[in-house]
T-cell receptor, first 113, second 112 residues
Framework: QKEVEQDPGPLSVPEGAIVSLNCTYS??????FMWYRQYSRKGPELLMYTYSSGNKEDGRFTAQVDKSSKYISLFIRDSQPSDSATYLCAMTRTSNTGNQFYFGTGTSLTVIP | DAGITQSPRHKVTETGTPVTLRCHQT?????MYWYRQDPGHGLRLIHYSYGVKDTDKGEVSDGYSVSRSKTEDFLLTLESATSSQTSVYFCAIAYNTNQPQHFGDGTRLSIL
């Protein structure tokens, strides 16, 4: 079983819709949680970074962490065609050599005008 | 990303040849990473560095070596390239291991 699971999609929504992207994880030791956006032929770009349970909002984006359920979500309000990309979740836990990063495999999102 | 430059951006080479990919950063971050990204596998860590001349193996290090002689440069070498190493390679940097990693725009490597 992978430490981080993410539904690959693809997900297709009309412009203006609310998008929900999700990841689950198996290890309760994960402490820091991130969402990255990756456009085609580009590197992942950090969108959200949080280290506690609850919600964090930044513009149209809200990151939600539920440590008791080992579940994180990214909500996109009023989705735009420019949001079409692959979204990766990531999280870290402490190891002997410092914090290790674990990435989901990504969810492909298309927002249709 | 403005602070991370990967070179070359694209490369096609033949099986058995050596290949070196370069990552250059202008952020003076201590940590540097090399990943490969393949469909269905996501990002997999190859090697990482936690300082000049300090490196360690990641999840998929077989067939790869790295070197870091300066803070700003991290090199990934495929000693004898194989077709299974065809992939997109990303370099990432981080200020410390509690901070998010920031990625370059990748190198597309095809091994024929």
């Amino acid at each position: 079983q992978k430490e981080v699971e993410q539904d690959p999609g693809p997900l297709s929504v009309p412009e203006g819709a609310i998008v929900s992207l999700n990841c689950t994880y198996s290890n309760s030791a994960f402490q820091y949680f991130m969402w990255y956006r990756q456009y085609s032929r580009k590197g992942p770009e950090l969108l959200m970074y949080t280290y506690s349970s609850g919600n964090k909002e930044d513009g149209r984006f809200t990151a939600q962490v539920d440590k008791s359920s080992k579940y994180i979500s990214l909500f996109i309000r009023d989705s735009q065609p420019s949001d079409s990309a692959t979204y990766l979740c990531a999280m870290t836990r402490t190891s002997n050599t410092g914090n290790q990063f674990y990435f989901g495999t990504g969810t492909s999102l298309t927002v249709i005008p | 990303d403005a602070g991370i430059t990967q070179s070359p951006r694209h490369k096609v080479t033949e099986t058995g040849t050596p290949v070196t990919l370069r990552c250059h950063q202008t952020e003076n971050h201590r940590y540097m990473y090399w990943y490969r990204q393949d469909p269905g596998h996501g990002l997999r860590l190859i090697h990482y560095s936690y300082g000049v001349k300090d490196t360690d193996k990641g999840e998929v290090s077989d067939g790869y070596s790295v070197s870091r002689s300066k803070t700003e440069d991290f090199l990934l070498t495929l000693e004898s390239a194989t077709s299974s190493q065809t992939s997109v390679y990303f370099c990432a940097i981080a200020y410390n291991t509690n901070q998010p990693q920031h990625f370059g725009d990748g190198t597309r490597l095809s091994i024929l």
